[in-house]
């Protein structure tokens, strides 16, 4: 019974983001503040005011400190989905969303106060800095493969090592990076900007609605005290796990109400725009194109409810969350793409935000998990599970 009462608070919350949204946001899609690399940091302060006023701002951590469940974040993310700018907007963007999940969880009352704090203020940003580049032979699929390093000096440490890809690290003012300490890994909290930190270079890449883009960062001799490191030491990889299965989760239900917000555009073509003598909805081609995507669409939320109810078990969710990402992601980039084709030669313009729904799908099939590794996760459970005790 609990359980449906946060649910309907949830869907009530939900509501007024997805009116905030629609109203307040969806204006701001045609704003030149929003540039290859995100949102300015002019634009994501503008919008969060409003957001502020509208009551709607980190609408799934209420006023007691407590988090929806996973079930009522989905209802209330997909809203703030509806435009690629309508999670910075409300402050359940990624990464500080899964950024402030994880300082819930694991950071101790002082480090929450410090770091935790001004994040679900919306008043700073926040990265995770785990892959690093990959022509150095660094972390990417294969976190184990950590090459930055933090040795003990005294009561600190020091950091030292390369990062890519970091999501925000351009502008954030919390960071979280994963080190390698002897053979294990940990997390240390760091405030940004700091000197031993150097932005390199901000990637152009195929997305763009990230505050900051994503970065390659150098790491030169970092001092960090000892009181700033997150959890216990070498216990990095378990908590990046913590972060993980709901943090994909979340990108699932974010690109999901991207994803209804180009369905509803491509259908609003469809059942205007005329070729050969009828409405491109009547149409077998069209009509079918939007039929899969109602289909797919419904699909991906029932998943997403599935696996979201087993986070709120308490269980790990780790082989759940892998098949939901999976199927979510790659189900959102055939949506994506159905409705740009729907839409013609508009389809392929900025004219509509399906081009950059598009884009943004294309990217989360690669970060928190490529496809091709979550299923060879789960084929490896499918395997333990398949084998007798004492076969190999
Ligand atoms: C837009 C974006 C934002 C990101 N933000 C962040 C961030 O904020 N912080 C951060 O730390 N990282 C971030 N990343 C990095 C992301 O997590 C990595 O790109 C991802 O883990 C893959 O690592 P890689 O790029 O090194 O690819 P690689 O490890 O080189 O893998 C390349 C390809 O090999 C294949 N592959 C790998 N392993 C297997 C396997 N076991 N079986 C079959 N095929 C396999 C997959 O097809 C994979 O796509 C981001 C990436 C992107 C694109």
């Known amino acids: 019974m609990a359980h449906e009462v946060g649910l309907e608070q949830a869907l009530r919350i939900a509501a007024q983001v997805e009116r905030f949204v629609r ?13 290859a690399h995100g949102p300015s940091t002019g634009l994501v302060e503008e919008m969060r005011s409003r957001a502020r006023t509208a009551g ?14 996973h079930r009522g974040t989905a209802r209330v993310l997909q809203a703030a989905g509806l ?21 819930g969880r694991i950071a101790t009352a ?30 990417g699929s294969d976190p184990s493969m950590l090459k930055t390093v933090a040795r003990r000096d005294g009561a600190d440490w020091i950091v030292s090592g390369r990062k890519a890809f970091i999501t925000g690290a351009d502008g ?14 940990t997390l240390f909290l760091v405030e940004l900007p700091n000197s031993a930190i150097r932005i390199e270079r901000v990637l152009d890449t195929i997305d763009g609605s990230m505050p900051g883009g994503h970065a390659v960062v150098v790491i030169d001799e970092l ?25 994909r989760l979340t990108h699932c239900m974010r690109w999901l109400g991207a994803c209804r917000r180009a369905q509803e555009i491509a259908t609003a073509y469809a059942v205007r725009r005329e070729a050969f003598g009828k409405l491109l909805i009547d149409h077998e ?38 098949m939901t990402k999976v199927a979510v992601s790659e189900a959102l980039f055939r949506i994506a793409d159905r409705c740009v084709q729907i839409l013609g030669g508009t389809g392929v313009t900025r004219d509509t935000v399906v081009e950059q729904v598009f884009r943004e799908v294309r990217a989360f099939r690669i ?26």
């Open 23 to 35: 109203t307040e946001i969806i204006p701001y899609e045609r704003d030149e503040r929003w540039g």
């Open 285 to 322: 081609g069209v009509g079918f194109m939007l039929a899969d995507n109602q289909i797919e669409l419904q699909q991906a939320e029932l998943m997403i409810d599935w696996c979201a109810g087993v986070l709120d078990s308490g269980a790990p969710g780790t082989l759940q969350s892998s």
């Open 110 to 139: 002082e480090q929450k106060e410090r770091f935790l704090r001004p994040l679900v203020d919306g008043r700073a940003r926040s990265a995770f800095f785990m892959t690093e580049p990959a022509t150095e032979g660094g972390a």
């Open 172 to 185: 954030a003012r919390v960071g979280i990076i994963m080190a390698r300490t002897d053979a294990h890994a």
């Open 223 to 247: 001092r960090v005290a000892a009181s700033q490191i997150l959890g216990a030491p070498g216990e990095g990889f378990k908590y990046a796990q913590v972060r993980l299965a709901p943090a």
């Open 83 to 103: 435009s690629p700018l309508g999670p910075v907007a409300v402050n359940v963007a990624a990464p500080d969303e899964g950024n402030m999940f994880l300082l």
């Open 56 to 69: 709607v701002l980190t609408p799934h951590i209420l006023s007691d400190g407590s988090h929806l469940t």
């Open 367 to 392: 970060y928190d998990g490529p496809s091709e590794v979550h299923r060879w996760s789960l084929a490896k459970s499918i395997k333990r599970a398949a084998l007798k005790p004492g076969e190999s």
